[in-house]
Nanobody
Framework: QVQLVESGGGLVQAGGSLRLSCAVS????????MAWYRQVPGKQRELVAA???????NYADSVKGRFTISRDNAKSTLYLQMNSLKPEDTAVYYC???????WGQGTQVTVSS
C-alpha cells in the first residue's frame, strides 16, 4: 500500500503564494504519473495539475500560469507551487497516483479576499 502525505496548506490572502508537498512512500515513485486534485464541499473533486513520470505537465485552465507542478524523484516528493492565489482556489487539495485509488488525506488551502 502506497502512503501519500500532503503538507503545506494554510490560510493566505488573495495574491499570496503557497507550496504544497506530497511525500510518497514508494521506492518506485519515479515511475508514477502523479496529480493534484482539489475539492470543495458539495462539489466533485477536480483535477488541478498532473505530471507524468517523464516530466510532462498539464493544468486545469483555471490555474494555468499561476500554479506549477513538479517532482523530486530523489525525495519521492510531489510539489504544487501556487502563486497569485484567488478566493476561488479555496479547497482541500489531494495528491494522487494517477489511475489508482492511492490518495493522501488532503491539506486545506484557504484564500481570503
Amino acid at each position: 500500500q502506497v502512503q501519500l502525505v500532503e503538507s503545506g496548506g494554510g490560510l493566505v490572502q488573495a495574491g499570496g503564494s503557497l507550496r504544497l508537498s506530497c511525500a510518497v512512500s514508494s521506492s518506485i515513485f519515479s515511475s508514477y504519473d502523479m496529480a493534484w486534485y482539489r475539492q470543495v464541499p458539495g462539489k466533485q473533486r477536480e483535477l488541478v495539475a498532473a505530471i507524468t513520470s517523464g516530466g510532462t505537465t498539464n493544468y486545469a485552465d483555471s490555474v494555468k500560469g499561476r500554479f506549477t507542478i513538479s517532482r523530486d524523484n530523489a525525495k519521492s516528493t510531489l510539489y504544487l507551487q501556487m502563486n497569485s492565489l484567488k478566493p476561488e482556489d479555496t479547497a482541500v487539495y489531494y495528491c494522487n497516483v494517477r489511475r489508482t485509488a492511492n490518495w493522501g488525506q488532503g491539506t486545506q488551502v484557504t484564500v481570503s479576499s
